[in-house]
């Protein structure tokens, strides 16, 4: 992938996860945070739990932003499940820009509403801040912790470009 996506083409991407999630969801399953990081060797994609814990959370959210770094995102398209509402949401980053996509989820009789489509204020300042501004370095630390949480034998799952998924 060349260049930076258009919010029509996050659009597209986030409408796919909102569908996947759903899948997931009608599968019994709950939906483990999802990201695609888009960069200039293709969009990978990371499964990574974000705990309730607040210090565990934050953990998460920094693996993910070296990663990003590391990797030279461009954009981000990223899916949950949200407890309260309880929903489906994805979304999708290009630069300061935000598309976010919102889908209830009713329990029992299990029905999922229509897709919603929010602002992008939607998103948090925690998740706006997630795409590199710039090309930025890491350290050599930096590196060993990505090694350790993304590398072969790491403790997250990350789907190479070429992977066929879902």
Same mark, same amino acid.
């Given at each position: ?5 258009s ?12 569908e ?49 770094i ?9 899916s ?9 949401? *994805?979304? @999708? &980053?290009? /630069? +300061?820009?935000? !598309?976010? $996509?919102?889908?209830?989820?009713q ?18 300042h ?22 350790? *949480?993304? @590398? &072969?034998? /790491? +403790?997250?799952? !990350?789907? $190479? ?6």
């Amino acid at each position: 992938m060349a260049g930076q996506p258009s919010l029509e083409d996050l659009r597209t991407r986030v409408l796919h996860e909102i569908e996947f999630s759903t899948q997931i969801i009608r599968q019994g399953h709950e939906v483990t945070p999802r990201f695609v990081a888009l960069t200039s060797d293709g969009p990978h994609t990371i499964v990574l739990p974000l705990p309730d814990s607040r210090e565990e959370r934050a953990r998460g959210i920094r693996l993910l932003r070296l990663f990003l770094i590391w990797k030279q995102a461009h954009a981000l398209v990223g899916s949950a499940e949200l407890k309260e509402p309880n929903a489906v949401v *994805a979304y @999708g &980053l290009v /630069g +300061r820009e935000a !598309v976010v $996509a919102l889908r209830a989820v009713q329990a029992n009789p299990l029905q999922f509403g229509d897709v919603e489509w929010l602002g992008a204020e939607a998103v948090g300042h925690e998740v706006l801040n997630l795409l590199p501004e710039r090309i930025s370095a890491l350290s050599r630390e930096e590196l060993a912790e990505l090694e350790d *949480a993304f @590398g &072969l034998d /790491g +403790r997250f799952q !990350v789907i $190479a470009p070429d992977t066929e998924i879902g």
